[in-house]
Nanobody, 119 residues
């Protein structure tokens, strides 16, 4: 099992920045990829960004490319999402997730952290 705990959400004005953190514990050696997802009110959860646990290869949703940066600190078992130039449409609950080496699916999820961007 892998446990994930997010932090760093909050209220920010449009154009501002926030950095989310996701601390992983447990069987972290089994992690293949760490991902960030978000869910806005009344909408389905959507992919934001991901980073491979060993290679650091990253992927981004088109809506956040150039504004968000995902990174990791393996020594701390922590993944970060640096969010710049925030827009009101970025308002959502942000979730951290981990995919298992064997399944390559996001089997583990954090509890989520609220990000609110005011106009």
């Amino acid at each position: 099992q892998v446990q994930l705990v997010e932090s760093g959400g909050g209220l920010v004005q449009a154009g501002g920045s926030l950095r989310l953190s996701c601390a992983a514990s447990g069987r972290t050696f089994s992690i293949y990829t760490m991902g960030w997802f978000r869910q806005a009110p009344g909408k389905e959860r959507e992919f934001v960004a991901s980073i491979a646990w060993t290679s650091s290869r990253t992927y981004y949703a088109d809506s956040v490319k150039g504004r968000f940066t995902v990174s990791r600190d393996n020594a701390e078992n922590t993944v970060y999402l640096e969010m710049n130039s925030l827009k009101p449409e970025d308002t959502a609950v942000y979730y951290c997730a981990a995919s298992h080496m064997a399944t390559r699916t996001y089997d583990y999820w954090g509890q989520g952290t609220q990000v609110t961007v005011s106009s």
